[in-house]
């Protein structure tokens, strides 16, 4: 039994997409603040013919009956119905950012509001599985004994950041600071019609935004044990889901080149058990047309040879590994089905 | 037991997608004339940690070996597949445009080349489902006596086209000549690098194409039993899929408009049963993005008030419903599977 | 010295691209309801280190000192500026739908509000120099002769699809009701942000929309002279500019068909002169991305042989012919100007 | 008198659309290796009623009657066009990457083929007006002594990453390696019709390609003064035109970070006086929609606070200021023309 709080966003619709057909959870409970009453059918044509569910509010006690309830909303409305579903025995998947920092007062600087349950901040699971694998592991124990879990997903710039770097990072052979420049498609700017989302702004246009300022930076340095050290600009591109990170990797030996066989090997060995990630052959680089609505991960190395630097990078589809389909990965691992369980589907080829 | 011949393009790509996670059929082959020895996670991203298929040759004897062979061929190779494959036993999802006219004379006219299985052309049915429904039934029945089956797929602007029109032309309500105006994403004009499938000049630009050329037309005419009385005007539009039939309906008695109300029932009433077809409410008129990547078909009705035509809109996925998706449809019928099976995943909602 | 009143949108937007060029047409006020103080270049990045103009509001005395102003604000507003310019003995080419329809009856049904300047509406040419050439030469005479002219520039759909079908319609070789088929990028949707605009609603999605009901309907019933006997679908593809209107013309004569090389003179003929006007040679069709960015029109002919309709598409940049350029050209001709002044530049060829 | 080798690809038509509006040049022979004696307007409808130019070969001794020849031919061929042109002394402006680098050891190594007029690499000027004015002064004199000028106009996307970066770089603030990471429309990957340039799989997909070894590298790093020094990451984006450069920038004196502000003030005084480059205000950055069509490039600053790193961002159009655009205000300085003339029109807005 699931439920889905701020079904009626994009990443609700994409939890909606992925639930539906997924044979360990049953939706029961989808709210909204604005379509109360209203059959997902109506407000997502998507659904017709598909679901009968009908959207109820926040505020419905239904919610409090299902086992796992995933969290569709902005960062500091998370807040206010985490600790209600905990404690009322329902585990909880964040799609926001309010716990994804371990620090209280990284949250407060980065996102400009006092977090009124930072005693859940050292609770929550990083839900990361390809780096966080041990402590959703440690909830999905404190459910198993009764004590709900609470992970909070991993965000979209950081999923693909994070694991183009990690395998380097975490060995030790890179020297900060660490340039990370990203590219994202415009459903990563939400479903809130501005003149930013308007089509014939976005279209037939780049730009960069948020730089040295983007709230998904604290989340990279904390996953890379790199504060202060990072330094991240996203991109706007136009199409609708993709995301592809670049990061550059300078030798931490700064005498010595690195190898870029043997960084190759390390990935391809650190990721081989992970149903989700693929090191690409050396010579081969990412696109994110070949990840997007799946839940797969394209990694790619090369090198600059005057320089030595590595260069990795990173696609993900940002609504689904990058938000719904980490999330529902992570209730997988939390609830005991296999991690690919109703993830199974290839990207569309074109 | 399946296979694909023809499963490097577009189509073949989708039928991949499909089959991949169908539980009732295991793909064991797939050929293609360019790519033997070729793991399919290698030509093709998506299937990277999702299937360890390998392509063989088109003349590879394995394939007799399988219960259903898709074809994704261009028409007039599908002709030489078919009867070898038939005589083995096998049942045969054509996608290509050889099976589908039921006259030998016609065939020849539209597609300027012989057809060198003629008498097959009675054998097949026509693989529309919602109209053709019978025909399906029947080779089914001749499968489960020994005889192997032969579909003709329908393509995709008959099959966008056709829904959208048949329930008013089946019933006498309209007077020809029918008008229809129909435009598709860039995937309908297939996988070769054209000046017309570059993107720079397929991006940002509108065009029609094949005015009273286009081969489809023939087929459309046979479904409605309106020969040498369809005008169809394909449009070419840039996004990937998509396709929209836009089908004008002229009350047969010049008299007396039709009236819309009464007619959206029969659609409604018409298609309630068929489970991947949508009747939308009146007011309410197709989007293809909420189809795309789905096998459904969703169809709006509405009137121009002061001539009284009726304006029937259909908008599907061409590679989906428009193709592969369609192929698995009639493949789970003649099978023995439910009708939806494998092709359960609603659209992306963006 | 030239003023425009709702400098902000998209069509004032256009029209400073095509002014600060002119060498006719001197800019010296621009209003915007909102911006009043805000240097355009600050508003729209396009014009630094291009023009150092300023917003002013609405009611800035300043614009009556102007000898043309072109109101580019929605239809309602512009009843409110028209008259009191004109009184100041200012000439105005309004972009809205304010002037063009002559019946204040039709103007009030299809707008569903009171006209507050109905003796315009006789005095007014209507803008749309290839079929009402000899309207604007007669307010041209009246500025001379000391009245300031009022042009109510035509509509986007309008301009292609009257330009599509005028040569036959005219001459009487068309049988009504005459159906028209086009698709506009979300340009045409204007600047306002919402669902529909949005990138991700509006990108890889095709819809028809305002079927039966489009205000632009009885403007081309008006120019054609086939009152209630035009069918009109407008369709929303993704791209920013660019309209493409196809016109499916049946022989008056039921008995005989059209003869396609016949009507194709025909339409060579009637717009040879017209300098922005191209009939393609028979076997060609138009794009529209031959003509965004220009204020040219290409018109393509085909037949669809069975039934001999003759289907007629026209392409045009609905932002510049369909609006922008458009009322530059109207005003070239009333001030005097060359017709193409300040209108030369060609498309983008990608 | 001007003549273009080499019109039909997308440079040449670019250059053409500039020309044919310039009142400095008139443009008199066009040349292509496949389309000779066809009208222009047939081969590009854009020119429709705007020009009446008809194709000639490579070959055709026309072109040395011309003043200016611009060569919009791959690297390799504008080698073998340029002594001719200039032995009868026509002006060269060449758009390949042949008379760019001064060295011709970097030539042939990156360009892997050996370079046939090695002495003309010292004659010809760097075409990059805003950082090697003088050079271009220079070939200006030579011209107006009788000795033919050769232009080696720059890449494009050295364009946008010099400009981005040259200010800070030339002062000695930054401390290399200098990363630049690169984003560009599909024009930029020319009007072969490939997999690569394929809609279907350009479209809603982003990646890297050419990973430190692209031969835009070299040419960055000699201009500035960097050689060996630079990482430069391409990647490609489903827009036509635009490029949109990201450099980053560390601070020369580790242990100081660089002043944004101050360092803004120079980016502003270096670029005042030149009429293409606009350095936006602290707090904007550019976007590619605003130079789109037009020969302006948009420069914006920034900085990560905790690392001190400067954040530099350039916008161009890559087949105007990165191109075509590029070649005209180069041969209107030599050729003693307003710097901007033929070159005023703004972008488009949308």
Same mark, same amino acid.
């Given at each position: 039994k699931a439920g889905i709080i701020g079904a009626a966003g994009f990443t609700g619709a994409e939890l909606l997409r992925l639930l539906v057909q997924h044979p360990g959870f049953e939706v029961q409970v989808i709210t909204s603040d604005t379509l109360k009453g209203t059959p997902l059918s109506e407000a997502n044509r998507t659904f017709d013919k598909v679901s009968d569910l009908i959207f109820t509010d926040?505020? &419905? &006690? +239904?919610?409090?009956?299902?086992?796992a309830v995933f969290l569709a909303v902005p960062h500091t409305a998370a807040q206010k119905h985490a600790p209600r579903l905990l404690e009322a025995g329902v585990s909880v998947f964040d799609l926001s950012a309010d716990y994804r920092l371990k620090n209280k007062a990284a949250y407060e600087l980065w996102y400009g509001c006092e977090h009124c349950s930072p005693d859940l901040l050292g609770r929550a699971a990083y839900g990361l599985p390809e780096i966080a694998f041990d402590e959703i592991m440690r909830v999905r124990g404190e459910r198993l004994s009764g004590r709900p879990a609470l992970v909070g997903c991993a965000g979209c710039y950081p999923t693909a950041s994070i694991l183009a770097a990690y395998p380097a990072v975490a060995q030790g052979y890179v020297k900060p600071p660490l340039i990370i420049d990203a590219i994202s498609g415009v459903t990563g700017a939400g479903k809130a019609a501005t003149m930013k989302t308007h089509f014939c702004f976005a279209n037939e246009n780049l730009e960069a935004y948020g730089v040295g300022k983007h709230r998904h930076l604290p989340e990279i340095e904390q996953a890379l044990g790199l504060g202060g050290q990072v330094v991240f600009t996203p991109h706007l591109a136009p199409l609708n889901r993709g995301l592809l990170a670049t990061v550059y990797l300078h030798a931490a030996d700064a005498g010595q080149a690195m190898d870029l066989e043997m960084i190759h090997r390390r990935y391809a060995d650190f990721y081989e +058990?992970?149903?989700?990630v693929s090191v690409l052959p050396l010579g081969d680089l990412p696109k994110t047309s070949s990840v997007v609505g799946s839940n797969h991960v394209h990694i790619g190395l090369a090198q600059n040879e005057a320089t030595g630097t590595l260069v990795a990078v990173a696609a993900i589809d940002n609504l689904c590994k990058g938000a719904a389909g980490q999330a529902v990965q992570c209730a997988n691992l939390v609830f005991g089905f296999d991690e690919t369980c109703g993830l199974e589907n290839p990207a569309l080829y074109v």
């Open positions: 926040h505020e &419905d &006690d +239904a919610i409090l009956g299902c086992e +058990a992970r149903p989700f």
